[in-house]
């Protein structure tokens, strides 16, 4: 036996990493790191439009993170709420292919600097071979997504995703997500699908469908799930449930965020203000 190892501590300890190189950025609670994978999914009319244009280009919430903002979106030229999205991004495709995917990841693996990327993926599946066996291409994207980088750095790409139907997603992306945004209403199987994959959140399939309800206070309400801190929020604010409460969690607390309050003077989101009366 070598000399100087306690062979009776048995212990696992944590391994010690250069935060600078992972290049994950800075959460702001209780929104997820720079670096994440969303999952948004709601219907026709329920907001999706409208959240990812907050999520991406208000600086309250992600609009300051990426050095390169790429959206992929079939309907991206045929919905006014994506104005502001289309002056802001970089890169605009309205058809998804797997040749175009790769071409966007040597783009970002041979970029230098530790400038992250964000890509968006808008209502896309239909042009998406999502495999039953064996990993399709965004499947194997979201499986090491993190680690993407030029050599240098990691943490080069955040993702977005968003579809009107849970199943769309596949079983890969889904367990990949650090949060999910369950927009509006659903049939009740749909919903059930979405219990019975999410039931941690909550602990079964029962409490999660009342967190689910109890989220839909207001039409454009949406149901935030944070996989990264294990939270359950309506909308961002009102926290519903976390990991190991076992009280019934309720209302605000009276946290009532700076941001809240000051949002409707916020003279940089007045043209997201603008796309949500239309």
Wanted: glycine share 8%; no cysteine.
């Amino acid at each position: 036996m070598e000399k100087g190892v306690d062979y009776k501590d048995l212990n696992i300890y944590p391994i010690n990493i250069e935060d600078d190189k992972l290049n994950q950025g800075e959460a702001k609670y209780p929104l997820s790191s720079p670096v994440h994978l969303h999952i948004i999914v709601g219907r026709v009319k329920a907001g999706k439009s409208v959240l990812l244009n907050n999520l991406y280009l208000s600086k309250r919430l992600f609009g300051g993170e990426y050095k390169t903002k790429i959206l992929i979106s079939t309907t991206a030229y045929n919905d006014a709420i994506n104005k502001y999205l289309l002056e802001d991004f970089d890169f605009i495709f309205n058809e998804y292919s797997d040749t175009l995917l790769d071409e966007l990841l040597n783009l970002i693996q041979t970029d230098e600097g530790d400038g992250r990327f964000l890509l968006v993926l808008d209502d896309i599946v239909g042009n998406v071979n999502f495999k039953r066996v064996g990993a399709d291409a965004i499947s194997s994207l979201v499986s090491h997504y993190r680690h993407i980088g030029n050599g240098e750095h990691e943490g080069k790409l955040a993702i977005a995703m968003a579809s009107q139907y849970w199943k769309y997603f596949s079983p890969i992306v889904r367990n990949n997500a650090t949060a999910y945004y369950i927009l509006g209403s659903f049939p009740e199987n749909e919903l059930k699908k979405i219990a019975e994959d999410l039931s941690y959140f909550g602990g079964s399939d029962k409490k999660f469908v009342e967190l689910f309800h109890k989220s839909r206070l207001n039409p454009y309400d949406f149901l935030y799930l944070s996989v990264e801190h294990l939270e359950v929020r309506r909308n961002h604010t009102e926290l519903l449930w976390k990991q190991g409460d076992s009280s019934e969690l309720g209302g605000n607390s009276g946290n009532e965020t700076d941001d809240e309050k000051s949002s409707s003077s916020d003279e940089e989101n007045k043209k997201i203000s603008e796309t949500n009366k239309k």
